[in-house]
């Protein structure tokens, strides 16, 4: 299994960045393109423990459907989406928001593992999640109007 953090800092007030996260319809516009990411379920979606959320993308063309479920939900400060049907064998993203007086954090943590083991990570996987997270970090930026006091990173342990 591997782990996935990645920590974007936005100078707004909490109480403004956690309903965009909150809201499932603005994954879908912060997605890149080139997956082809699209939600399934009805919109809009009541985020609670329990939720479930179904999306169709593409993975190197190749369609896929995938369900996840909240399984934590603390707002206005952390929530886990846990992937019940997917690409990955195993997939639980934490979603963490932490206020300061100059903006709130936001720090992604997903612990993964997908099929076919270290090989298929370190071939594909890890090069597909560093691109498509990179490019929702900058795409939440422009959906809040702001430029980066550092640039997103991508970090793997």
């Keep these: 299994m591997s782990l996935l953090e990645t920590s974007l800092f936005l100078p707004r007030p909490l109480d403004e960045v956690f309903p965009f996260f909150a809201d499932a ?5 912060i997605t890149p393109p080139w997956v082809d990411f699209h939600i399934v379920t009805p919109l809009p979606i009541e985020m609670r423990v329990g939720a479930l959320i179904d999306y169709r993308l593409k993975v190197h063309g190749v369609p896929i459907s995938w ?15 846990t992937q019940l049907s997917g690409p990955y064998w195993r997939w639980i993203h934490s979603h963490r928001f ?3 007086p100059q903006g709130t954090w ?44 550092e640039p997103p990173t991508v970090h793997f342990r």
């Design 25 to 29: 319809g603005n994954l879908q516009h």
């Design 67 to 81: 369900r996840t479920e909240i399984t934590a939900w603390d707002p206005p400060f952390h929530f886990i989406d």
């Design 98 to 100: 932490r206020e300061t």
């Design 106 to 149: 936001v720090d992604d943590q997903v612990d993964f593992a997908v099929p076919g083991g270290w090989a298929i990570e370190w071939l594909f996987v890890r090069r597909d999640l560093t691109r498509i997270f990179l490019h929702r970090q900058h795409a939440t930026l422009a959906a809040f109007g702001v430029t980066a006091h």
